[in-house]
C-alpha cells in the first residue's frame, strides 16, 4: 500500500491541525504499513513519531520540508531521509533554516547526503512555470537537479483537483523525457473534513485575522486519504511512492553524544582530579578532623561515579560554581537529591552535610539504575546569563544550548483565541471564560461536565455553541515555541551532529526536541535557575559586608532571632514560607530546630498534608508514637514513626528486607509511579529479605504495606532541606539586618503595586519608616537613607497608593 508522503504535524505551528498521534493512529486504522512525517523546516515532533511508529509497528519515513533560496526566490524542497546519515542531514538542514533563515540552493546541494530529493509541483521552483505550460524552464530547472541529486524525485500532486489533474499529466510527459520518477504528493494539513474548520483557525490565529477572511491562504483538500482514494493517481506513480519508502530506513544507530571532556590539568585524569579535590574539599569541610564514616562514604561515592563515567559531569558543575564565586555571584546552597552527595559537598557544589542530615547518595546517583545525573543550580535570577555565557565560551556556542518548550493552547486560551478569530466580541469572551473552574489543566470537557455555568454559558445563544466546538478541536494544540526557564544541555559532539536547533530569541539557540527525548540521545541537561530569593539574599549580604563581615553560608543554624520570628509567623517575603497556608501550618508546627524547618516544608504538600494532624498528635503525646519494629526507631524518631521523606523509606527497606539502598531506590520509584509489573518481584523480594533476617511475615507485610502507603507522598529530604537551607538564610537575614531585609524584598518586587503596599504596610508595623520619592534624594530603586526606607522615583506617579509617613505626617497636621 503507498506511503503519504507530505503530512504536516501541528508542530509546524499554526500551519496545520494534525497531532503526531493523529497521524500514526490514522496509519494503524487504514493498515498504511508506513507513514510519513514531513514538517516544514522544523522536526519538533519527530522524537515522539518515532516511538509511536515503534509501539505501532509502522514503518516511520523521515521527511523535511525545506526553504531553499533557489534562483533569487523561496521554493520548497522535500527531503527524505534514507538513513542515519540521511537524518543526519535532515537536523544540519533544519538547524541551519531556524537558526539562519533560508539556505541557498548551493548549500542545500551540499548538506544534501544520503536523502532523497522530491520537487513538489506546488510552492515549488516549478510552481510558476508549471501554471504558465513553461516546458523549457521546467526541462531546464529538473535538468539541473538531476545533475545534483542523485536520487531524485518530482511530486505528482493529488489529481483529485482538476487543475492538478491536467497540470500533473502535463508535467509527467517531461519527467519521463527526463528518466526522473514521480511520486505521488498530497498535502495534509488537517485530518479529516470536519477538522477543516479548525485548521482555517489555526492559519487565521497565525495571520491574525478572522477565519471568515477570504485572503487567507487556507489550502484546500489537504487532509489525510484513505487508501482507496489513492488509485486515482497513475500506478506507476503509486509504485514509485512504495520505492521511496522503502528507501527509507533509519534505525538511529548513530552514536550518543555523551558529556563534554573537562579540560584537567596536564597528565592528570579527571577521575584522579575529582579525587583530589574531593579530599581536599573533604579536609577544608570539616576542619582536618576527618572520620572514617566520612571517608568511607567519599570513596563509595566516587567509585560509583566513576564505574558510571561520570567524573567529567561533577568536574563541569564545579567549575562553573567555582567561576561564580570568583566573580561574586552568589550561589545557592543546593537543590533536590544532589544535596544528598558527600562529593558535590566536599566540591561546594552543595552546602548541607549530607551525612549530618541522613540523606542518601543513592536517591541522587543509583549505580543499579543508569542515568544521568541532575544537579539543579540556583543563582541570582539578575546574574544567571553570566554563568550560561561563562559556559558557552569555555565549551564552545556549537555545544551548548538551550531547551524549547512549546506553549499550547489550554481551555481559557482555546476559548479566546476561538473567539477571536470566530469575530465574537471581547466582552462576551470573557465572560465565559471566567466561567472556567480555576483549575490546574482543566480541559473544557471537564469544565461542561463539571462547571453549570460554564455548560449553562456554552447553550446559552448558538455562537458560543459553535465556539465551544472549535475550542475543544484547538486545546492542546502547540502555539508558540519558549524557551525552557533553566534548561541548558552540554554535548562534547556538535549539537548539530545529534539534535536539531533552533533560535527562539535573539543569541539563544535552544534544541528543537523537549527535554524528555534529550537524555535517550547523550546528551547532559543541566538546571541554570535564577532565584528571586537569592538576588535579595545576595544583594543584602553585600550590603552588610560593606559594615561588618557576614558569611552567609557560615552563620549560625540555632539563632533564637531567627527562630522567634518564625515561631511568630512574622515570615513574609521568605522562600517556601511566605503563602497563607504555610504560615497556618507554622502556627501549629512552632519550628524550633532547623529540622523541623525542613520537616515543615516537606510536609506542605499536596500529599504529605495528609500526615500533619497525626503527625501534630505524636508531637504533643508521645505515647501514640508506633514504629514497625524497634530496629527502625533510629531512622522514624525525628518524624514521630510517620514516613515524611523518601529517604526513611529507602533506609527502612535496606534495615528490615537487607535491600542495597539502590534496590531501596529502585522499589521507591516504583511504588510511585505504580509499576504494577516491577512491584510484584520487588514485593516478593521485600517479604523474602525481611523473612530471612528473622522478622515475622506479618511485620514483613505490614512494613511494606505501611511503605506502599507513604511511597507516594514522601518528599526528598535532600531536596526538603536544601530549600529549608534558604529560608533559614532569609529569615536570619530578615530577624537580623531588617532595613536591609526590606529594602532588597522591596526592590525586587518593583512593578508590583499589589506587592509592594503589602511590604511597606508590613514595614510601618515594625515601625520602619517608609520617606516619599524625592527628585534629590531618590533613585530607581528603594534606598536606605538615615535608618528610613526612601521610595523610588518610579512610584512618583504612584505616590498616591502608597501611604509614606511624610503624607501621613502632612495629613495629621492639616487635621
Known amino acids: 500500500m503507498p506511503t503519504l508522503l507530505y503530512n504536516r504535524t501541528c508542530y509546524s505551528l499554526l500551519d496545520s491541525t494534525i497531532r503526531v498521534e493523529q497521524l500514526v493512529a490514522f496509519a494503524k486504522k487504514y493498515?498504511?504499513?508506513?507513514?510519513?512525517?514531513?514538517?516544514?523546516?522544523?522536526?519538533?515532533g519527530y522524537m515522539l513519531f518515532r516511538n509511536l511508529c515503534e509501539k505501532e509497528g509502522i514503518h516511520p519515513v523521515f521527511g523535511l520540508e525545506v526553504d531553499v533560496v533557489y534562483e533569487d526566490r523561496i521554493s520548497s524542497f522535500l527531503v527524505y531521509a534514507k538513513n542515519d546519515i540521511g537524518y543526519g542531514s535532515l537536523i544540519a538542514l533544519s538547524s541551519y533554516v531556524n537558526v539562519h533563515g533560508p539556505i541557498s540552493y548551493n548549500d542545500f546541494v551540499k548538506v544534501c547526503r544520503e536523502v532523497v530529493v522530491v520537487i513538489p509541483s506546488e510552492n515549488s521552483i516549478l510552481d510558476s512555470y508549471i501554471s504558465n505550460d513553461d516546458s523549457d524552464d521546467i526541462r531546464r530547472v529538473l535538468e539541473g537537479c538531476k545533475e545534483d541529486f542523485s536520487d531524485l524525485y518530482v511530486g505528482y500532486m493529488n489529481p483529485i483537483s482538476a487543475y492538478w489533474k491536467v497540470k500533473s499529466a502535463f508535467l509527467r510527459d517531461i519527467c519521463d523525457r527526463l528518466f526522473i520518477n514521480m511520486v505521488a504528493l498530497s498535502l495534509a494539513v488537517y485530518p479529516s473534513d470536519d477538522m477543516y474548520q479548525a485548521y482555517q483557525a489555526v492559519v487565521a490565529i497565525k495571520h491574525s485575522k478572522l477565519l471568515s477572511d477570504t485572503s487567507l491562504p487556507y489550502k484546500k483538500n489537504a487532509r489525510l486519504y484513505h487508501p482507496f482514494e489513492l488509485k486515482e493517481y497513475p500506478e506507476d506513480v503509486l509504485v514509485n511512492t512504495d520505492i521511496l519508502a522503502e528507501k527509507c530506513n533509519v534505525q538511529f544507530k548513530q552514536q550518543k553524544a555523551s558529556i563534554p571532556e573537562y579540560p584537567c590539568p596536564q597528565g592528570v585524569s579527571s577521575n584522579t582530579y575529582l579525587q583530589l579535590l574531593c579530599e581536599k574539599g573533604l579536609q577544608k569541610r570539616l576542619s582536618n578532623k576527618v572520620t572514617k564514616e566520612y571517608v568511607d562514604r567519599l570513596r563509595y561515592e566516587?567509585?560509583?561515579?566513576?564505574?558510571?563515567?561520570?567524573?567529567?559531569?561533577?568536574?563541569?558543575?564545579?567549575?562553573?560554581?567555582?567561576?561564580?564565586?570568583?566573580?561574586?555571584?552568589?550561589?545557592?546552597?543546593?537543590?533536590?537529591?544532589?544535596?544528598?552527595?558527600?562529593?558535590?559537598?566536599?566540591?561546594?557544589?552543595?552546602?548541607?552535610?549530607?551525612?549530618?542530615?541522613?540523606?542518601?547518595?543513592?536517591?541522587?546517583?543509583?549505580?543499579?539504575?543508569?542515568?544521568?545525573?541532575?544537579?539543579?543550580?540556583?543563582?541570582?535570577?539578575?546574574?544567571?546569563?553570566?554563568?550560561?555565557?561563562?559556559?558557552?565560551?569555555?565549551?564552545?556556542?556549537?555545544?551548548?544550548?538551550?531547551?524549547?518548550?512549546?506553549?499550547t493552547?489550554?481551555?481559557?486560551?482555546?476559548?479566546?483565541?476561538?473567539?477571536?478569530?470566530?469575530?465574537?466580541?471581547?466582552?462576551?469572551i470573557d465572560m465565559i471564560t471566567k466561567t472556567v473552574p480555576n483549575v490546574l489543566k482543566i480541559t473544557l470537557k471537564?469544565?461542561?461536565?463539571?462547571?453549570?455555568?460554564?455548560?449553562?454559558?456554552?447553550?446559552?445563544?448558538?455562537?458560543?455553541?459553535?465556539?465551544?466546538?472549535?475550542?475543544?478541536?484547538?486545546?492542546?494544540?502547540?502555539?508558540?515555541?519558549?524557551?525552557?526557564?533553566?534548561g541548558i544541555v552540554m554535548s562534547n559532539a556538535k549539537l548539530t551532529d545529534v539534535v536539531p536547533l533552533i533560535q527562539i530569541e535573539q543569541d539563544v539557540v535552544s534544541t528543537q526536541y523537549t527535554m524528555e527525548y534529550l537524555e535517550d540521545l547523550g546528551l547532559l541537561k543541566m538546571d541554570f535557575l535564577g532565584l528571586r530569593n537569592l538576588t535579595i539574599i545576595d544583594e543584602i549580604v553585600q550590603e552588610v559586608n560593606e559594615k561588618e563581615p557576614l558569611d552567609i553560608l557560615k552563620i549560625p543554624t540555632n539563632?533564637?532571632?531567627?527562630?522567634?520570628?518564625?515561631?511568630?509567623?512574622?515570615?513574609?517575603?521568605?522562600?517556601?514560607?511566605?503563602?497563607?497556608?504555610?504560615?497556618?501550618?507554622?502556627?501549629?508546627l512552632l519550628p524550633k530546630t532547623f529540622e523541623e524547618i525542613a520537616v515543615t516544608i516537606a510536609l506542605f504538600r499536596p500529599g504529605p498534608?495528609?500526615?500533619?494532624?497525626?503527625?501534630?498528635?505524636?508531637?504533643?503525646?508521645?505515647?501514640?508514637?508506633?514504629?514497625?519494629?524497634?530496629?527502625?526507631?533510629?531512622?522514624?524518631?525525628?518524624?514521630?514513626?510517620?514516613?515524611?521523606?523518601?529517604?526513611?523509606?529507602?533506609?527502612?527497606?535496606?534495615v528490615m528486607a537487607n535491600f542495597s539502598l539502590a534496590k531501596a531506590d529502585i522499589l521507591l520509584k516504583a511504588m510511585s509511579k505504580k509499576k504494577e509489573s516491577e512491584l510484584v518481584k520487588l514485593k516478593q523480594d521485600f517479604i523474602q529479605g525481611c523473612l530471612s533476617k528473622g522478622y515475622p511475615r506479618h511485620i514483613a507485610e505490614g512494613t511494606y504495606d505501611l511503605i506502599l502507603k507513604f511511597a507516594s507522598y514522601g518528599f526528598n529530604k535532600s531536596h526538603s532541606v536544601a530549600y529549608a537551607l534558604i529560608a533559614y538564610q532569609l529569615a536570619y537575614l530578615k530577624a537580623n539586618y531588617p532595613l536591609n531585609f526590606y529594602r532588597s524584598l522591596l526592590n525586587s518586587v518593583i512593578g508590583s503595586e499589589?506587592?509592594?503596599?503589602?511590604?511597606?504596610?508590613?514595614?510601618?508595623?515594625?515601625?520602619?519608616?517608609?520617606?516619599?520619592?524625592?527628585?534629590?534624594?531618590?533613585?530607581?530603586?528603594?534606598?536606605i537613607e538615615n535608618n528610613q526606607l526612601r521610595l523610588p522615583l518610579l512610584a512618583i506617579k504612584n505616590v498616591g497608593s502608597v501611604a509614606c509617613d511624610e503624607i501621613i505626617k502632612e495629613r495629621e497636621e492639616k487635621g
Open 31 to 44: 493498515d498504511y504499513k508506513s507513514i510519513a512525517i514531513c514538517d516544514h523546516n522544523v522536526m519538533h
Open 609 to 654: 498534608m495528609e500526615n500533619i494532624p497525626e503527625y501534630l498528635r505524636r508531637r504533643e503525646n508521645p505515647s501514640l508514637v508506633t514504629y514497625p519494629h524497634k530496629d527502625v526507631v533510629s531512622i522514624l524518631e525525628e518524624t514521630y514513626g510517620i514516613m515524611v521523606y523518601q529517604e526513611q523509606i529507602m533506609q527502612v527497606s535496606q
Open 754 to 783: 499589589t506587592k509592594t503596599f503589602e511590604y511597606i504596610s508590613e514595614c510601618k508595623q515594625k515601625q520602619i519608616s517608609v520617606l516619599c520619592p524625592s527628585v534629590n534624594y531618590s533613585t530607581k530603586v528603594f534606598t
Open 446 to 486: 471537564q469544565a461542561y461536565e463539571t462547571s453549570p455555568r460554564f455548560k449553562q454559558f456554552v447553550h446559552s445563544e448558538v455562537q458560543f455553541e459553535k465556539l465551544y466546538t472549535l475550542a475543544c478541536q484547538l486545546e492542546g494544540l502547540p502555539r508558540h515555541t519558549s524557551t525552557h526557564a533553566a
Open 302 to 407: 566516587l567509585k560509583v561515579i566513576r564505574n558510571m563515567g561520570f567524573s567529567d559531569y561533577f568536574l563541569i558543575v564545579w567549575d562553573f560554581i567555582l567561576f561564580s564565586r570568583k566573580q561574586g555571584i552568589y550561589v545557592g546552597p543546593g537543590r533536590g537529591s544532589a544535596a544528598g552527595s558527600l562529593v558535590a559537598y566536599c566540591l561546594g557544589i552543595t552546602h548541607v552535610d549530607p551525612i549530618k542530615y541522613h540523606l542518601l547518595f543513592e536517591r541522587f546517583l543509583n549505580p543499579d539504575r543508569v542515568s544521568m545525573p541532575d544537579i539543579d543550580v540556583d543563582f541570582p535570577d539578575n546574574r544567571r546569563d553570566e554563568v550560561i555565557q561563562y559556559v558557552k565560551e569555555k565549551y564552545g556556542n556549537d555545544h551548548i544550548a538551550h531547551i524549547v518548550t512549546f506553549g
Open 409 to 428: 493552547m489550554a481551555a481559557k486560551q482555546a476559548l479566546r483565541d476561538a473567539g477571536r478569530v470566530l469575530d465574537i466580541l471581547p466582552s462576551k
Open 559 to 588: 539563632d533564637a532571632k531567627t527562630f522567634k520570628l518564625i515561631q511568630n509567623v512574622d515570615t513574609t517575603g521568605i522562600f517556601q514560607l511566605e503563602s497563607e497556608g504555610m504560615k497556618a501550618l507554622i502556627r501549629k
